[in-house]
């Protein structure tokens, strides 16, 4: 398995894993499969074009040029809170787990954050029910600091959130 930033280049894969995560597990995600799809591929392209401030990085297994994962980091650039970065939109294709691809894409991001001058720490959140992922993040030193209720509605239902840090 090899991870790399993702370019502009890569929109049009990236886009596919992307609508991908959407429709399959759409409690995972604040974005909705419908809103994205509707999103140009140069808006995905613009997204991608990573900076001090934001990226995306990208898994592939080995032997294979087909994107098996995708995680984003932005970070705040208000200066009261430049000390923090998000971590969104993680996901691994269904076909590439159980081979370490989340745990490698976390330990990546984790590695380039802790080289981020002037970066404390990292926040995301997870669905409460998604109880694989929670203990991926815990097992990376994450820690679970509140929980969010009723923080998506999803078909007339409402699903609560974690909120996750990690002090660096």
């Known amino acids: 398995m090899y991870i790399r930033t993702l370019a502009p280049s890569d929109a049009e894969s990236y886009r596919a894993l992307r609508l991908q995560s959407l429709q399959q597990h759409p409690e995972a995600f604040l974005s909705s499969y419908e809103s994205e799809a509707k999103l140009s591929i140069e808006t995905t392209r613009i997204r991608l074009d990573s900076s001090d401030q934001h990226f995306t990085l990208g898994a592939f297994l080995d032997g294979e040029q087909r994107l098996a994962g995708m995680a984003t980091l932005f970070r705040e650039s208000r200066p009261k809170i430049q ?41 995301l959140t997870v669905t409460s029910s998604n109880l694989s992922a929670k203990r991926l993040y815990e097992s990376l030193g994450f820690v679970c600091y509140g929980t969010e209720p009723r923080a998506m509605k999803l078909d007339g239902e409402y699903l609560d959130e974690d909120l996750m840090v990690l002090l660096l």
């Open 83 to 123: 000390h923090k970065a998000n971590v969104y939109a993680v996901y691994v294709d269904p076909a590439a787990r159980k081979h370490g691809v989340g745990r490698a894409l976390m330990l990546e991001l984790i590695a380039r954050a802790k080289g981020a001058p002037g970066l404390e720490q990292l926040t």
